[in-house]
């Protein structure tokens, strides 16, 4: 069961943050979809919900041919994927987030709640990091901005620091010749996934691989590169055998542990296959 | 016209727009809630039971054990074995032990965990094959709760005649049923001093009769209702909350509300039978069908349930809807330790028919024969003699369901690079088992100058609401706004027996059929059909005292004989076919269901959409059972570590309906609730076999042992 607490309701940013530094037994509150399941089990109880649902000025997405993509942390998973400009420059954001969950969820459920939860099967985190993507976040002291994968510390565990929030998600612009392609391997469909790999490949003017990213997901504690296989693939070109080496090298170097749900060997297994097949994605995308 | 019409469910409307109070949500002024604290040890003596401190807790206001019980400590469908709360044995985990009331659920619930109770263990039994060599005994009584044989011919020389035989192993798992409402409902003493439950249940009258026994009090002291309920499948045939909230209604005198988590029903509730199946089946090479051998073994859990139900009915439905020479099948259920197993629609069927349906395709394959051919040849059709030598006369549309699925089963292409199609096929017998089974209702007038239909069928979904108020309009001509509803009480309707064993439809409908025409015979005197109106009619009747029309049909069947089954044990048949199509990706072992095809022959279809609604509601249960559903004790805790097909796993479904009429059923209808199940597992299973060339012999045949199964018959063949 829930238990009592009490509820806090900023309408502004900066009240945000200071109430959040002000009540120490206290957890933010946005969309509730992964909040409200762990409340409920009573995995925890805090004494205070700070709700920043509310708090529209954290609610955005902004597009700049520089800068890149700008996604304020209450934006929801519906709202990026219905983003027009979003479906242009970065397809393999909304086809990940048509697969996240149910409409339902993703009505609710925020893009900054989802990163903050750090769920390692949690979707956009591979897809962003494949992407390049950094993270703002910010207290009463002030923000800073790092890099999404060094924000994830642990199983459920973050970088940010007490009373800190998470602000912004910042996609680098769209490179020439770059495509990226993403899948989690669910049972039931718009599940959460057993596991998942990310690609992002960048060709140059020869057709030969200049930057490669393959990230995995529910493949450890938290969303893992597999730095191996993309330095193999670096000036090579096409060759579904490459894709197959780096797919074996992504099953050895991935860390998943196993659950009622699949086994480790199961999880690798999958691992090796679906980088593989999400490599060829890529390149193929960059290619076109 | 009402029959065969697609006309919406009566309640449709209410229900999407949230009108119904639904038992979980259902509340009383000034009641308590009440929790069960439940055992932690699968096979234990009780030692000692410390409820001090719980007590002592602000707001809980009783700890009930089972030495307050003023009546039985004892219920069960079949046969008084269960307790209703421990003495001094336990046998599975989630026993009831006590049950905590209070001011809150929050307190309740705390208490739950001050609750000390000091067990002495003895060694648990966890499967039907340690059961049957273990000389620890589960009950007094023996660790074999039931053994049926179903005789017919000579199996030997069935065999000795047969060119070809196949004999394989077949295992299925627990299954929840997952209905969307947990186990719930209140209670409370009315003005009169009547105990009256309101539940989330499939039966009433059944439940009144155990609470009675639990209490000590005449029947008529006993009110229990149906609430709009979430889902049965099953799950709430036998006592769920309904002893626990009468007897603390008794003993506070305070209205009561109990609600399961879905943890605590995961936990508590009756589970599919997992079974053990042997099956030799011997073929002639014409692809006749000489000879099966069957041996069925069964886990029951601790207690029995529907335990001797299912063991009878899988060892009856095992040669599958064919008709074959000579049949030996030997049924065994055993207790352990295990969570019970109970009633969950088609009560064993689904899980013989796996079995019956792969043996088929592999007698095809090693004949080098149609599957379908196959069954065409040795369906039962009429005129033929079941297994246990009933003699098919009407109503036997099997052939029918199989001509419908013909023309696409011939026109199937692979798409795909592992495109598989599959057929499932299965007959049921609708209602109970050779025994009576009988409903009754009845009709009066209203005040209003209404017809009020006062019926003890609890409508759990499926639609019997809607299906029995059409039989009533056709037979009487009169409209929807003639007729008032009074359903599922059992101080306003007679028993009409369990919304199970597909039954209602049949057997309940008759019985309208039968008040109906008693009805109308007096509304015809009264001059209804030429010039009177109803509420002209209505005052007529007022004066004569207002005339009941009673209403009552009980299936003619017999009982089996003891040894060899042979008899009438239904007395009529469901019987359908499915044709499945799915891709495998052999990579990953995942098995996409992308089309299904299913061809029910339902006598007649009293209401199409309903009909429709009950297959796919089937398919998806199919689906489950073949590729995800696995319930593992002491692990499955909730849906996070149980998967059912969503709505967005549903294949494209098309459904074909056959309509050979049953003379005893209302307007012709039989039932369909668990046929539409019964065959898709088999259906998926014959589909992986095609598409990857690998048979799955366990069930669910989830990713992970599909890749193994493929892994293992890679040497074999060339991709
Ligand atoms: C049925 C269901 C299915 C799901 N399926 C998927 C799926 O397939 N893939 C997937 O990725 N996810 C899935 N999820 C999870 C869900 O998408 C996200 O985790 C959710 O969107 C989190 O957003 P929220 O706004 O609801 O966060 P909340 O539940 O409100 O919060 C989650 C956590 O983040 C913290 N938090 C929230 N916002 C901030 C912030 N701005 N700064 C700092 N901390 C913050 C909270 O304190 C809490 O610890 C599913 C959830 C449900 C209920």
């Given at each position: 069961?829930?238990?009592?607490?009490?509820?806090?309701?900023?309408d502004?940013?900066?009240?945000?943050?200071?109430?959040?530094?002000?009540?120490?037994?206290?957890?933010?509150?946005?969309?509730g979809?992964s909040l409200?399941?762990?409340?409920?089990?009573?995995m925890?109880s805090?004494?205070?919900?700070?709700?920043?649902k509310?708090v529209?000025?954290?609610d955005?997405?902004k597009?700049?041919?520089?800068?890149?993509?700008r996604?304020g942390?209450?934006?929801?998973?519906?709202?990026?994927e219905?983003?027009?400009?979003?479906?242009?420059?970065?397809?393999?954001?909304?086809?990940?987030?048509?697969?996240l969950?149910?409409?339902?969820?993703r009505?609710?459920?925020?893009?900054?709640g989802?990163l903050?939860?750090?769920?390692?099967?949690?979707?956009?985190?591979?897809?962003l990091?494949?992407?390049k993507?950094?993270i703002?976040?910010?207290?009463a002291?002030g923000?800073?901005?790092?890099?999404?994968?060094?924000?994830?510390v642990?199983?459920?565990e973050?970088?940010?620091?007490?009373?800190?929030?998470?602000l912004?998600v910042?996609?680098?612009?769209p490179?020439?010749k770059?495509?990226?392609a993403?899948q989690?391997?669910n049972?039931?469909?718009s599940?959460?996934?057993i596991?998942?790999?990310?690609?992002?490949v960048?060709?140059?003017?020869?057709?030969k691989?200049?930057?490669?990213r393959i990230?995995?997901?529910?493949?450890?504690?938290?969303?893992?590169r597999?730095?191996?296989?993309e330095?193999?693939l670096?000036?090579?070109?096409?060759?579904?055998?490459l894709?197959?080496e780096?797919?074996?090298?992504?099953?050895?170097?991935c860390?998943p542990v196993?659950?009622?749900h699949?086994?480790?060997?199961?999880?690798r297994h999958?691992?090796?296959?679906?980088?593989k097949?999400m490599l060829k994605?890529?390149?193929?995308?960059?290619?076109s | 016209m009402?029959i065969?019409?697609?006309?919406?469910?009566?309640?449709v409307l209410?229900?999407?727009?949230?009108?119904?109070?639904?038992?979980?949500?259902?509340?009383?002024?000034?009641?308590?809630f009440?929790?069960?604290?439940?055992s932690?040890?699968?096979?234990?003596?009780?030692?000692?039971?410390?409820i001090?401190d719980?007590?002592?807790?602000?707001?809980?206001?009783k700890?009930?054990?089972?030495?307050d019980i003023?009546g039985?400590n004892?219920f069960?469908?079949?046969?008084?074995?269960?307790?209703?709360?421990?003495?001094d044995?336990v046998?599975?985990?989630?026993?009831?032990i006590?049950?905590?009331?209070?001011?809150?659920?929050?307190?309740?619930?705390?208490?739950l965990?001050?609750?000390?109770?000091?067990?002495?263990d003895?060694?648990?039994?966890y499967?039907?094959f340690?059961s049957?060599d273990?000389t620890t005994?589960?009950?007094?009584?023996?660790?074999?709760l039931?053994?049926?044989?179903?005789?017919?011919?000579?199996?030997?020389?069935?065999?000795?005649?047969?060119d070809?035989?196949?004999?394989?192993t077949?295992?299925?798992?627990?299954?929840d049923?997952?209905?969307?409402?947990t186990?719930?409902?209140?209670?409370?003493?009315d003005?009169?001093?009547?105990?009256?439950?309101?539940s989330?249940?499939?039966n009433v009258?059944?439940?009144?009769k155990?609470?009675?026994?639990?209490?000590?009090?005449?029947e008529?002291?006993?009110?229990?209702?149906?609430?709009t309920?979430?889902g049965?499948?099953?799950?709430?045939?036998?006592m769920?909350?309904?002893?626990y909230?009468?007897?603390s209604?008794?003993?506070?005198?305070?209205p009561?509300v109990?609600?399961?988590?879905?943890?605590e029903s995961?936990?508590?509730?009756t589970?599919r039978h997992?079974?053990y199946?042997?099956?030799?089946?011997?073929?002639?090479k014409?692809?006749?069908?000489?000879a099966v051998?069957?041996?069925?073994?069964?886990d029951?859990g601790?207690y029995i349930?529907?335990?001797e139900t299912?063991?009878l009915?899988?060892?009856?439905?095992?040669t599958?809807?064919?008709?074959?020479?000579?049949?030996?099948?030997?049924?065994?259920?055993?207790?352990t330790?295990?969570h019970i197993?109970?009633?969950?629609?088609?009560?064993?069927?689904?899980?013989?028919?796996?079995?019956?349906?792969?043996?088929i395709?592999?007698?095809?394959?090693?004949?080098n024969?149609?599957?379908?051919?196959?069954r065409?040849?040795?369906?039962?059709r009429?005129?033929?003699l079941?297994a246990?030598s009933?003699?098919?006369?009407?109503?036997a549309?099997?052939l029918?369901?199989?001509?419908k699925?013909?023309?696409?089963?011939?026109a199937?292409?692979?798409?795909?690079?592992?495109?598989?199609?599959?057929?499932g096929c299965m007959y049921?017998?609708?209602?109970n088992t050779?025994?009576s089974?009988?409903?009754s209702?009845?009709?009066t007038?209203t005040?209003?100058?209404?017809?009020?239909?006062?019926?003890g069928?609890?409508?759990i979904?499926?639609?019997?609401?809607?299906?029995?108020l059409?039989?009533?309009?056709?037979t009487?001509?009169?409209e929807?706004?003639?007729?008032v509803?009074?359903?599922?009480?059992?101080?306003?309707?007679n028993?009409?027996g369990s919304?199970?064993a597909?039954?209602?439809?049949?057997?309940?409908?008759?019985?309208?059929?039968?008040?109906a025409?008693?009805?109308r015979k007096?509304l015809?005197?009264?001059?209804?059909y030429?010039?009177?109106?109803?509420r002209?009619?209505?005052?007529?009747?007022k004066?004569?005292g207002?005339?009941?029309?009673e209403?009552?049909?009980?299936?003619?069947?017999?009982?089996?004989?003891?040894?060899?089954?042979?008899?009438?044990?239904?007395?009529?048949y469901a019987?359908?076919?499915?044709?499945?199509?799915?891709d495998?990706?052999?990579?990953t072992?995942?098995?996409?269901v992308?089309?299904v095809?299913?061809?029910?022959d339902?006598?007649?279809a009293?209401n199409l959409?309903?009909?429709?609604?009950q297959?796919y509601?089937?398919?998806?249960?199919?689906v489950?059972?073949?590729?995800?559903?696995?319930?593992?004790?002491?692990?499955?805790?909730?849906f996070?570590?149980?998967?059912?097909?969503t709505?967005?796993d549903?294949p494209?479904?098309?459904?074909f309906?056959?309509?050979?009429?049953?003379?005893?059923?209302p307007?012709g209808?039989?039932?369909l609730?668990e046929?539409?199940?019964?065959?898709?597992?088999?259906s998926?299973?014959?589909?992986?076999k095609d598409?990857?060339?690998v048979?799955?012999?366990?069930?669910?045949?989830?990713?992970e042992r599909?890749?193994?199964?493929?892994?293992?018959?890679?040497?074999k063949w060339?991709?």
């Open positions: 069961m829930i238990n009592d607490f009490n509820y806090l309701k900023p502004t940013l900066k009240e945000a943050l200071a109430m959040y530094a002000e009540h120490d037994d206290c957890k933010v509150i946005c969309g979809q409200l399941i762990v409340m409920r089990q009573g925890i805090p004494e205070y919900l700070l709700d920043i509310h529209t000025e954290l955005y997405i597009f700049d041919k520089k800068d890149g993509l996604i942390a209450t934006t929801t998973h519906r709202e990026i219905k983003f027009n400009v979003i479906k242009k420059n970065y397809p393999v954001l909304v086809s990940m987030e048509n697969k969950a149910s409409i339902q969820v009505n609710w459920g925020t893009i900054g989802n903050a939860h750090a769920d390692p099967a949690g979707d956009p985190a591979p897809v990091i494949a992407l993507a950094n703002r976040v910010g207290g002291e923000d800073r901005t790092i890099l999404l994968e060094d924000f994830f642990n199983y459920f973050t970088a940010l620091n007490k009373g800190e929030l998470v912004e910042h996609v680098p612009p490179e020439p770059m495509g990226a993403y989690k391997f049972l039931l469909e599940d959460m996934g596991v998942a790999a990310a690609a992002s960048t060709l140059n003017d020869k057709g691989c200049k930057d490669a990230v995995l997901g529910n493949a450890g504690a938290t969303p893992k597999i730095k191996r296989a330095e193999l670096i000036g090579k070109a096409y060759d579904e055998n894709f197959a780096a797919g074996k090298i992504a099953s050895e170097d860390e196993a659950d009622i699949a086994s480790e060997e199961h999880r999958l691992l090796g296959v679906l980088t097949r994605k890529a390149w193929e995308k960059a290619r | 009402f065969g019409r697609d006309i919406d469910r009566i309640d209410d229900k999407v727009l949230g009108k119904p109070i639904f038992a979980y949500d259902l509340k009383v002024e000034g009641m308590l009440g929790c069960i604290y439940r932690k040890r699968p096979h234990a003596l009780i030692k000692k039971i410390d001090q719980a007590l002592s807790l602000n707001g809980i206001v700890v009930i054990t089972h030495a003023p039985e004892a069960g469908a079949i046969k008084k074995d269960q307790f209703y709360l421990a003495g044995k046998r599975y985990i989630g026993e009831p006590l049950i905590i009331l209070g001011e809150s659920e929050k307190i309740v619930r705390k208490a965990n001050s609750i000390k109770v000091e067990y002495e003895i060694e648990a039994i499967d039907p340690s049957r273990s005994l589960i009950h007094d009584t023996g660790n074999l039931s053994y049926r044989t179903v005789i017919k011919g000579d199996f030997e020389q069935g065999f000795n005649e047969s070809v035989v196949v004999e394989h077949y295992k299925t798992t627990w299954l049923h997952a209905f969307m409402e186990e719930s409902g209140i209670g409370y003493m003005e009169t001093g009547k105990i009256v439950i309101c989330s249940t499939q009258h059944y439940k009144r155990e609470i009675s026994k639990l209490l000590a009090l005449p008529d002291r006993i009110r229990v209702i149906q609430a309920t979430g049965g499948f099953g799950g709430k045939l036998d769920t909350v309904e002893g909230i009468a007897l209604v008794y003993l506070t005198k305070r009561v109990m609600r399961f988590t879905r943890e995961f936990l508590s509730n589970k997992p079974l199946i042997e099956y030799k089946t011997g073929a002639k014409d692809g006749s069908i000489n051998k069957v041996n069925i073994i069964g029951t601790a349930s529907y335990g299912v063991c009915r899988a060892a009856i439905h095992a599958g809807p064919y008709e074959v020479p000579h049949v030996f099948v030997e049924s065994r259920m055993f207790y330790n295990n197993s109970g009633a969950m629609r088609g009560f064993g069927i689904p899980q013989v028919a796996f079995a019956h349906e792969s043996q395709d592999e007698v095809a394959l090693l004949l024969m149609d599957p379908l051919e196959v065409m040849k040795n369906g039962l009429r005129g033929s079941t246990t009933q003699l098919l006369t009407n109503s549309g099997f029918e369901t199989l001509k699925i013909e023309p696409f089963w011939k199937r292409k692979k798409q795909g690079l592992h495109t598989g199609f599959g057929l049921y017998g609708i209602g050779g025994v089974n009988p409903s209702c009845y009709l007038f005040d209003e100058g209404k017809i009020a239909f006062h019926s069928v609890c409508e979904g499926q639609g019997s609401d809607t299906a029995l059409q039989i009533l309009l056709e009487l001509n009169v929807e706004r003639d007729v509803l009074l359903r599922g009480d059992t101080d306003t309707s028993d009409a919304s199970s597909s039954r209602q439809t049949y057997v309940s409908g008759r019985a309208v059929y039968d008040a025409l008693k009805m007096y015809k005197s009264k001059g209804y030429d010039c009177e109106t109803l002209g009619v209505c005052l007529l009747a004066e004569e207002l005339p009941v029309f209403g009552f049909f009980d299936p003619p069947t017999s009982p089996v004989d003891s040894k060899t089954s042979q008899g009438i044990p239904y007395a009529t019987f359908a076919t499915h044709m499945t199509e799915i495998v990706d052999k990579a072992g995942f098995c996409k992308k089309k095809h299913a061809s029910h339902v006598g007649k009293i959409k309903n009909v429709k609604g297959i509601g089937g398919i998806a249960m199919g489950g059972l073949a590729l995800m559903e696995e319930f593992v004790p002491s692990k499955t805790e909730s996070d570590s149980y998967y059912i097909p709505s967005m549903m494209d479904v098309e459904i309906i056959v309509e050979d009429e049953e003379p005893t059923g307007f209808a039989k039932g609730g046929p539409a199940l019964i065959p898709q597992a088999a998926i299973v014959n589909a992986i598409a990857v060339g048979r799955a012999f366990e069930l669910p045949c989830h990713i599909l890749k193994a199964l493929i892994e293992s018959e890679k040497d060339v991709e």
